[in-house]
């Protein structure tokens, strides 16, 4: 257990000074989008301590795939409520997503179909090389049975 909350908090930790350059690119983009011209020294404060927090909880988080215990559809839950939750909080203390049940609901669509997508792709990823993997022992096998 110790060692699992240890890697927690080293993962967060490096995941953390990424927070700051994640906000910069966002608030370039809303620049050139013209969604934002001028931010308060408030408003970029508020952006890095939030944006800081949020890389660290979601660096962190990973370490629950290593709980052997847990199983995997618990851990995929577990892991991905931790982190909507973590994006809902930073895009509302930030202003950045309008209070009511609408925007809520689209940024939840959004959210857990962008989830998704990225689960498949690692599910595609992780079966394409279990399936190399297997051919090898496979090969390897045959190979030394002759």
């Known amino acids: 257990m110790k060692k699992n909350i240890f890697e927690f908090f080293r993962r ?18 809303l620049q050139s989008t013209g969604t934002v011209n001028v ?40 892991h991905g409520t931790v982190l909507y939750l973590s994006y809902l909080c930073t895009y509302i203390i930030n202003g950045w997503l309008r209070s009511g049940l609408t925007p809520v609901l689209v940024f939840t669509a959004v959210f857990v179909l962008g989830y998704l997508f990225v689960w498949a792709i690692i599910y595609c990823v992780t079966r394409k090389n279990t399936r190399k993997i297997n051919e090898k022992l496979k090969h390897k096998q045959q190979s030394g049975n002759d």
């Open 39 to 78: 931010l308060t020294v408030n408003e970029v404060c508020l952006g890095i301590f939030t944006l800081s927090a949020l890389a660290f909880i979601a660096g962190g988080m990973n370490v629950i795939y290593q709980i052997e215990r847990l199983p995997l559809a618990s851990a995929i839950l577990i």
């Open 12 to 29: 967060g930790f490096i995941a953390c000074g990424l927070g700051p350059i994640v906000l910069a690119v966002l608030y370039l983009i």
